[in-house]
T-cell receptor, first 113, second 117 residues
Framework: NAGVTQTPKFRILKIGQSMTLQCTQD?????MYWYRQDPGMGLKLIYY???????DKGEVPNGYNVSRSTTEDFPLRLELAAPSQTSVYFC????????????FGQGTRLTVV | AQTVTQSQPEMSVQEAETVTLSCTYD???????LFWYKQPPSRQMILVIR??????QNATENRFSVNFQKAAKSFSLKISDSQLGDTAMYFC??????????????FGKGTHLIIQP
């Protein structure tokens, strides 16, 4: 049982480049989330989705885009990478909102230089 | 908007001791959920314990228990008989009851707990 899988685990981007962080879950969860964790800080919500075809902005959505074409996948796209996007990114899923137990991926450490 | 505050950036205790991590929060809502998540060096976020605000009884999971004081908006985590494997960052988090927490969690900045042998 893989749970929530994120790829890649590490990535270095140059300013202005674009990339997609992949997230897949095999638990048939409707709810999926993207968070970022800056050094010394807690996680902040970027985007979330309550089901295929439905996405919504979280606290810090600027500079990111998401799509949810299937229940399993919730990719996060960075357009025109900036140093401020250097962070660790976590994908999470839950059965019925984050009032229930959320399962997290192992994170992607992204550095923009 | 909700805020979560963890005032202890780092704590260190000896193995087998009991340690309490503090968390306060601010909300105008009456119904919500509170959580403690553990993040070991592997970066994996792991749910430790969960408390529903409408329940007066404090949640307990084996060596982990909480002291939930709703009026004071306080939610501390007690770890009894601490073990080396408890070394990790601990995050306090909040989710609204309405909507089932569909719009995600609000996290504190975390407390780095070190268990010394």
């Amino acid at each position: 049982n893989a749970g929530v899988t994120q790829t890649p685990k590490f990535r270095i981007l140059k300013i202005g480049q674009s990339m997609t962080l992949q997230c897949t879950q095999d638990m048939n969860h409707n709810y999926m989330y993207w968070y970022r964790q800056d050094p010394g800080m807690g996680l902040k919500l970027i985007y979330y989705s309550v089901g295929a075809g439905i996405t919504d902005k979280g606290e810090v959505p600027n500079g990111y885009n998401v799509s949810r074409s299937t229940t399993e996948d919730f990719p996060l796209r960075l357009e025109l990478a900036a140093p401020s996007q250097t962070s660790v990114y976590f994908c999470a899923s839950s059965y019925k909102g984050m009032n229930t137990e959320a399962f997290f991926g192992q994170g992607t450490r992204l550095t923009v230089v | 908007a909700q805020t979560v505050t963890q005032s202890q950036p780092e704590m260190s205790v000896q193995e087998a001791e009991t340690v309490t991590l503090s968390c306060t929060y601010d909300t105008s809502e009456n119904n919500y959920y509170l959580f403690w998540y553990k993040q070991p060096p592997s970066r994996q976020m792991i749910l430790v314990i969960r408390q529903e605000a409408y329940k007066q009884q404090n949640a307990t999971e084996n060596r982990f228990s909480v002291n939930f004081q709703k009026a004071a908006k306080s939610f501390s985590l007690k770890i009894s008989d601490s073990q080396l494997g408890d070394t990790a960052m601990y995050f306090c988090a909040f989710a609204l009851y309405s909507g089932g927490g569909a719009d995600g969690l609000t996290f504190g900045k975390g407390t780095h707990l070190i268990i010394q042998p």
